[in-house]
């Protein structure tokens, strides 16, 4: 990359333990970096450096992987840009939806973990075969993770990626709209405008909804998993709202 003239940290989120934008004499890079003593961090390294060439273009270009010292460390391009604002009638979400648009279409090809896997006991078999796919999920559209460039947006950060439906990102999506301000049912007309949700499969919903509801409870107990259950339960009325 260069000689490192300048080095300035970044507020990481919860796939990396550290993460910075480096001058070089080459140009800028953003690198971010996990212990290789961390099993899980690394698993998620390695999925987004798998599944890094299928999204060009939508996530930032990965330049190189590094394990050195004690640390797994990826490279990327650096995007000059700023976190998306999802709130109501901000034009941030227009740019959002089309980089969600351009990956509705792309096949995981076995190089990503399964959906359902994730969910562990809180999903029965029935629940995994409804949320069963190959199309290449990012699972994590956090603000934090969408840069806005310009006159685009950019998918950040895809050490959470799955392989499912593809109208999952779009649920996903969907809730942080609503977390971002937006009532429940502009969030629904907003998600409708993607095929993958208006064909989905109201039982393979409602098996999302349940799973994720039930991992929030285990996680957060029952009242800190209130708001966000409240979100993912608006989704069940999507049919009721067509």
């Not at 490279?75 to 740019?95: M, W």
């Amino acid at each position: 990359m260069g000689a490192v003239l300048d080095a300035t940290p970044v507020a990481h989120g919860l796939t990396c333990h550290m993460a910075a934008v480096l001058t070089t004499a080459d140009g800028r890079v953003f690198v971010k970096g996990v212990s290789a003593g961390d099993a899980e961090g690394m698993a998620g390294q390695s999925w987004e450096t798998a599944v890094n060439p299928l999204v060009a273009g939508v996530a930032p270009l990965m330049l190189a992987r590094v394990t050195a010292g004690g640390w797994d460390v990826l490279i990327f391009e650096c995007v000059d840009g700023r976190h998306a604002d999802l709130s109501p009638e901000s034009p941030d979400v227009a740019l959002v939806t089309k980089a969600l648009q351009a990956t509705q279409d792309v096949a995981a090809g076995g190089l990503a973990p399964r959906l359902a896997d994730r969910f562990g006991n809180h999903l029965d078999d029935a629940g995994r075969l409804l949320l069963a796919g190959d199309a290449l999920l990012h699972t994590d559209t956090d603000p934090q993770n969408m840069l806005i460039a310009g006159d685009r947006a950019y998918m950040a950060d895809w050490a959470k990626v799955a392989a499912g439906p593809a109208w999952v990102d779009v649920a996903y999506m969907a809730v942080l709209l609503m977390e971002a301000g937006w009532p429940s049912a502009d969030a629904l007309d907003w998600a409708r405008q993607f095929e993958s949700w208006r064909r989905a499969d109201p039982v393979a919903v409602h098996a999302l909804v349940a799973a994720t509801c039930r991992a929030g409870e285990a996680r957060f107990g029952e009242a800190g998993a209130q708001p966000g259950k409240r979100r993912f339960q608006a989704l069940l009325a999507r049919d009721a709202a067509a």
